[in-house]
Antibody, heavy 121, light 106 residues
Framework: QVQLQESGPGLVKPSQTLSLTCTVS??????????WSWIRQHPGKGLEWIGY???????HYNPSFRSPVTISIDTSKNQFSLNLTSVTAADTAVYFC?????????????WGQGTLVTVSS | DIQMTQSPSSLSASVGDRVTITCRAS??????LNWYQQKPGKAPKLLIY???SLESGVPSRFSGSGSGTDFTLTIRSLQPEDFATYYC????????FGQGTKLEIK
């Protein structure tokens, strides 16, 4: 059974970079069957898809996402990561990593528990 | 972006009731529509994918239907653990979610 776990700082200063890592266990991140996504949820609000990465390193980002974003992958560690640069208070949210069943189907069948990141000085 | 609009935004119901939540897309998305359940402080949980396919392990009282722009999630005979917020999500193009429907106990 696959498990995902987010890790990273819970507090980031404005204009700095938010960096989170998702560690995947119980499944290989190098599988052809899945994409690996980041999704966030502002406090008390709905869900916003940030982007995904395939094991090959190819990425797809939400063009409506305001903050500059990079998703990377380390197959040797079975991890993928999120970097948001020049963050503002508007980036305060719970960040989830999730497995996307892929194959054009685009649904998230496994999620991390989520990690709250607060942007504040 | 494709906008997803759920209705109602909130709903009160009793254990044993049948409940229907609607999700409308701003353009046709075929059957690229998924449903999730989220409880406070938890990650969303996949219930239905491809509009009507029940995710493994999800109780059969949950069902989904629709295609094109109009979709429904039906919960037959509500159980106490079903009180949560429900989200639809389209995967036809850039993934977007509905704003959520909060299902509360009457």
């Amino acid at each position: 059974q696959v498990q995902l776990q987010e890790s990273g700082p819970g507090l980031v200063k404005p204009s700095q970079t938010l960096s989170l890592t998702c560690t995947v266990s119980g499944d290989s991140i190098s599988s052809n069957d899945y994409y690996w996504s980041w999704i966030r949820q502002h406090p008390g609000k709905g869900l916003e898809w940030i982007g995904y990465i395939f094991y090959s390193g190819s990425t797809h980002y939400n063009p409506s996402f305001r903050s500059p974003v990079t998703i990377s992958i380390d197959t040797s560690k079975n991890q993928f990561s999120l970097n948001l640069t020049s963050v503002t208070a508007a980036d305060t949210a719970v960040y989830f990593c999730a497995r996307d069943r892929g194959g054009g189907l685009g649904y998230f069948d496994s999620w991390g528990q989520g990690t709250l990141v607060t942007v504040s000085s | 972006d494709i906008q997803m609009t759920q209705s109602p935004s909130s709903l009160s119901a009793s254990v044993g009731d049948r409940v229907t939540i609607t999700c409308r897309a701003s353009q046709s998305i075929s059957n690229y529509l998924n449903w999730y359940q989220q409880k406070p402080g938890k990650a969303p949980k996949l219930l239905i994918y491809a509009a009507s396919s029940l995710e493994s392990g999800v109780p059969s009282r949950f069902s989904g239907s629709g295609s094109g722009t109009d979709f429904t999630l039906t919960i037959r005979s509500l159980q106490p653990e079903d009180f949560a917020t429900y989200y639809c999500q389209q995967s036809y193009s850039i993934y977007t979610f509905g704003q959520g429907t909060k299902l509360e106990i009457k």
